[in-house]
């Protein structure tokens, strides 16, 4: 175990306490904050502008890293990039970086594994470790930041749809947005990270209420309750109809657009009446629907749908003035699925 504190998990005030604590000045807060967030330090020894003495003193007392990386892993194009962390405690976080023309896109986790069980998804498979602090989830950006400034490069998205459910960790996740959206720390537009969410409904509309201007993805995958119920358990607890309303009560709170997930499963949720239902549903919505063929896991027998089905899927949902996009499955070859790596790790 590892009882250094992580400067990853303090705010800015924290932070300053922690070091006017250990006998310093306050403006050598700000000189650590900005190696932290402006220049992504991973260590104390870079920090030229810190007396030496002063940081082995916080090397002896904190840490820049959330963990151990126990694996890597790149697609065979070189343009997805996954890494499998360790954290202190022995638990796992995975965060891939995907490559694609200018996009330098993060998909982070904000969970140790998922308590929602969606059958489909190597996630819920493994069921609920425990939540990521602030400083977990805020890392495995900066972590990628370091990595991709070495070339001259930076993060320009982040999706929240690595490992577990952000809305379950509400105000963690939301802490790590400020920090990675406050122009005094990351300063990544809002409008770049996008929180995906399986539809905790309070947690939606709690959300809609603070106008969070950071985009919404819904992971719907079915539009009837008898097809939902089998994909999401959650969604016994909040059905499609309230998931809907949350929806356009996001919508109307932020102005901001909700995409809808849709894992297309061969003969379960592809077939013409989910699509026409699917188009009933969200018809004249602020919306666009998401058509991600199924990544295959261990504990599910699913299997991606054809293109023919994929395509009359889509064309649909056109028919109802529904926009949607197929999106093609990134890094297959290295396991970048939700919650694979991992368990490629665990299982030997
Ligand atoms: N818990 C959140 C975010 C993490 S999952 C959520 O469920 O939205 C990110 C996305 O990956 C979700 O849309 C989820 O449904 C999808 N997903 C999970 N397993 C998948 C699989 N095997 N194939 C395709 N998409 C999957
Ligand atoms: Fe959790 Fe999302 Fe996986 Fe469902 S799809 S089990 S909510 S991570």
Redesign the pocket.
């Known amino acids: 175990m590892n009882d250094k504190i992580n400067l990853y998990d303090l705010s800015f005030e924290e932070l300053t306490t922690f070091i006017t604590d250990l006998g310093q000045p306050k403006f050598r807060a700000q000189q650590v904050w900005d190696w932290i967030y402006k220049r992504f330090a991973l260590g104390f020894e870079d920090m030229g502008n810190i007396p030496k003495a002063f940081r082995t003193q916080l090397a002896a007392q904190a840490t820049l890293t959330i963990g151990a990386i126990v694996d890597e892993l790149r697609s065979n194009d070189n343009q997805t990039k996954k890494v499998l962390f360790q954290l202190p405690d022995g638990q796992y976080v995975e965060t891939v970086l995907m490559k694609y023309e200018k996009r330098r896109t993060l998909c982070i986790s904000t969970q140790a594994g ?5 059958v ?5 498979q493994m069921g609920f470790f425990r939540h990521l602090s602030v400083g977990e989830i805020v890392g495995q950006v900066l972590y990628f930041a370091h990595e991709l400034a070495q070339t001259g490069d930076h993060v320009t998205n982040i999706v929240m749809m690595g ?3 952000p809305l379950h960790n509400y105000e963690r996740t939301l802490t790590a947005v400020d920090r990675l959206t406050s122009p005094d720390a990351f300063n990544l537009g809002a409008r770049k990270i996008t929180i ?3 539809g905790l409904v309070p947690a939606m509309r709690r959300y809609a209420d603070e106008q969070r201007q950071t985009p919404l993805a819904v ?1 719907l995958h079915a539009a009837t309750d008898a097809e939902r119920d089998k994909l ?1 358990p ?1 969604n016994r607890r909040w059905p499609i109809a309230e998931v809907l309303d949350a929806c356009r009560y996001v919508v109307e709170k932020t102005g901001r657009r909700i995409t809808f997930e849709w894992a297309l499963i061969n003969g379960e949720n592809d077939t013409i009446e989910q699509a026409q239902a699917l188009g009933k549903l969200v018809q004249g919505m602020l919306c666009h629907v998401n058509l991600i063929p199924l990544n295959p896991t261990a504990g599910y027998g699913g299997a991606p749908s054809s293109h023919e089905r994929v395509d009359k899927f889509q064309e649909v949902l056109a028919s109802y003035g529904v926009s949607s996009t197929v999106r093609v499955r990134r890094g297959i070859d290295i396991q970048a699925g ?2 694979q790596l991992r368990d490629r790790h665990v299982q030997g």
């Open positions: 998922c308590a929602m069980g969606c489909f998804c190597a996630t819920g490992m577990g459910e995906s969410t399986v992971s999401i959650v939700c919650g």
